[in-house]
């Protein structure tokens, strides 16, 4: 059993930043891999950044640059520091985890890039 709880989302100017944070209910090095995907209305889901149980990362080509992932283990947290935000960041974002196979997702914080 896996819970996944996003915070952080919110409402930004273009150029601004936000951290989006997210706290697994179980040790987060127990996740093959831990990270945050994106999803406008009516579109498939994509990757924003992932990180594996290693801590090397991976970057959508939007993101890179841009958006820092960083793992908190004590604190069971993975956050994604996004600075320089557009408006085409604009999404629901959900964090994600891979355990044993199996796929989690916690329910999404809205990121809103508006001027």
């Known amino acids: 059993q896996v819970q996944l709880v996003e915070s952080g989302g919110g409402l930004a100017r273009p150029g601004e930043s936000l951290t989006l944070s997210c706290t697994a209910s179980?040790?987060?090095?127990?996740?093959?891999?831990m990270g945050w995907y994106r999803q406008d209305p009516g579109k498939q889901r994509t990757l924003v950044a992932l990180?594996?149980?290693?801590?090397?990362?991976n970057y959508a080509d939007s993101a890179k640059g841009r958006f820092t992932l960083s793992r908190d283990d004590a604190k069971r947290t993975l956050s994604l520091r996004m600075n320089s935000l557009k408006p085409e960041d604009t999404a629901l974002y959900s964090c994600?985890?891979?355990?044993?196979?199996?796929?989690?997702w916690g329910q999404g914080t809205q990121v809103t890039v508006s001027s």
């Open positions: 990180m594996w149980k290693t801590g090397e990362t």
């Open positions: 179980r040790s987060v090095d127990s996740f093959s891999t």
């Open positions: 994600n985890a891979v355990y044993n196979g199996h796929l989690h």
